[in-house]
C-alpha cells in the first residue's frame, strides 16, 4: 500500500478559506486602528501644545514683581477679569523695569514685550488660530495669608484638525515676589 503524504484536496481548500477570512477581518480592521491612533496622536498633540503655553505663562507669572533694584511699576495686573495680564519685572541690574503681558484675541493667545496695553495693537500670536482655537484664558489670584500668592492659568482650547474634542488645562504657580 503506498504511503500519501500531505492535505486532501478538501482540507487545503479549508485551511485557505479561513487564512482568507482572516486576512479580509484585519485588512477590515487596520484602517480603522489607524484612524484611532491618528486621533489619539492629535489629541496628545494638542495636550502637549497647551502644557507649553501654560508653563510659558506660568514661569513668567514667577518672575512677576522681581526687582533686584528698585521696582517703579505693579508686579501684576490682572485685566478683564484675568483674561489679560501685565507682568512687571526687572531682567538686569539697573536696566529698567521690563513688561510682559499675555491676552486672549480672536481665538489665538497673545504676547506683548514693551509698554504694555491690553487694548492696544502689535501683540503677537502664540498659538495659530488656523490650527489650534483657544476658548479660554484667564489667570486668577489667591491671596494665602502670610504665604506667596497662587496664580491660576486657565486655558481651554480646540484643535480644528481633531473634530470637536476641547481639552482644559488648569496650572497653579506660586507668585514669591508679589
Known sequence: MPVMHGFTLPEALL???????????GSRLLP?????????????NL??????????????LQRAGYCR???TLEGLRLLDSGRCVIVSRELA??????QVGFRL????????????????????RMTDPASLR??????????RGVFAPRLTITLRAQALNAGARVQQLVHSVSGFNL
Open 47 to 60: 495636550e502637549a501644545e497647551l502644557w507649553r503655553q501654560v508653563f510659558t505663562v506660568g514661569k513668567t
Open 15 to 25: 485551511a485557505v478559506a479561513i487564512g482568507s477570512m482572516v486576512l479580509l477581518a
Open 93 to 98: 541690574p539697573g536696566t529698567g523695569t521690563e
Open 69 to 71: 533694584s528698585e521696582c
Open 105 to 124: 484675541r480672536g481665538g489665538a493667545l497673545e504676547t506683548f514685550s514693551g509698554s504694555v496695553n491690553c487694548e492696544s495693537g502689535g501683540w503677537e
Open 134 to 143: 483657544v476658548e479660554q484664558f484667564q489667570v486668577q489670584r489667591e491671596s
Open 32 to 44: 480603522v486602528l489607524q484612524l484611532a491612533t491618528l486621533r489619539e496622536a492629535q489629541v496628545q
